[in-house]
């Protein structure tokens, strides 16, 4: 017979999350590794650099190890483990962005691209809008939070949600149709 963590994987999530809120440091081994990639993408879509958006996501992880006491029902952890990503992709943004509100600035980058010749898709798309917009679009299109959920995770107000979520999608596809009308050149 083998050792009580050799079965974590087959184990449902929420009785893997009760063994690691009880101080169960292998359970918890076993949450990071089911929700590592989720996170790591998470933050990627938000971060222009792959290397920070990894630390980014290690900070998660550490912050949820220190809280997971706190969590009051283990099912929720999901929802509990996607608000802390969010807050400390926040924290980073305010520690680190001098230009936050800078909507003026990024239209500006946009127009200036004469050319779109390298390839585009949609995660460079992603990184011409501001932060807080880049957010806001990320949560409500690849999380699926209605606004309402994205208004209270990131303490902006309802109407603020909505507007950075309406005038980004207009802004990417705006960027990305400019990236489909590039002619395509054939090399003979």
Same mark, same amino acid.
């Given at each position: 017979?083998?050792?009580?963590?050799?079965?974590?994987?087959?184990?449902?999530?929420?009785?893997?999350?009760?063994?690691? &809120?009880?101080?169960?440091?292998?359970?918890?081994?076993?949450?990071?590794?089911?929700?590592?990639?989720?996170?790591?993408?998470?933050?990627?879509?938000?971060?222009?650099?792959?290397?920070?958006?990894?630390?980014?996501?290690?900070?998660?992880?550490?912050?949820?190890?220190?809280?997971?006491?706190?969590?009051?029902?283990?099912?929720?952890?999901?929802?509990?483990?996607?608000?802390?990503?969010?807050?400390?992709?926040?924290?980073?943004?305010?520690?680190?962005?001098?230009?936050?509100?800078?909507?003026?600035?990024?239209?500006?980058?946009?127009?200036?691209?004469?050319?779109?010749? %390298?390839?585009?898709?949609?995660?460079?798309?992603?990184?011409?809008?501001?932060?807080?917009?880049?957010?806001?679009?990320?949560?409500?299109?690849?999380?699926?939070?209605?606004?309402?959920? %994205?208004?209270?995770?990131?303490?902006?107000?309802?109407?603020?949600?909505?507007?950075? %979520?309406? &005038?980004?999608?207009?802004?990417?596809?705006? %960027?990305?149709?400019?990236?489909?009308?590039?002619?395509?050149?054939?090399?003979?």
């Amino acid at each position: 017979m083998g050792n009580a963590q050799e079965f974590y994987p087959d184990c449902p999530e929420a009785y893997v999350v009760g063994l690691a &809120r009880s101080g169960d440091a292998l359970a918890f081994a076993d949450l990071v590794r089911r929700r590592q990639s989720w996170i790591r993408n998470l933050m990627r879509r938000n971060c222009k650099d792959e290397a920070l958006a990894d630390d980014l996501a290690q900070q998660v992880f550490l912050k949820a190890w220190t809280n997971i006491h706190a969590l009051k029902q283990a099912g929720a952890f999901p929802g509990w483990l996607k608000k802390l990503a969010i807050s400390v992709w926040l924290l980073h943004l305010r520690k680190n962005d001098a230009l936050r509100n800078s909507d003026e600035l990024m239209d500006e980058d946009i127009q200036q691209q004469e050319s779109p010749g %390298i390839k585009m898709d949609l995660d460079h798309a992603l990184q011409m809008l501001s932060p807080i917009v880049r957010s806001c679009i990320v949560l409500s299109y690849h999380e699926g939070m209605t606004h309402q959920e %994205i208004s209270d995770a990131i303490d902006l107000p309802l109407g603020t949600v909505k507007s950075h %979520i309406n &005038r980004g999608t207009k802004k990417l596809k705006d %960027i990305l149709t400019a990236y489909e009308q590039e002619p395509i050149e054939v090399k003979s």
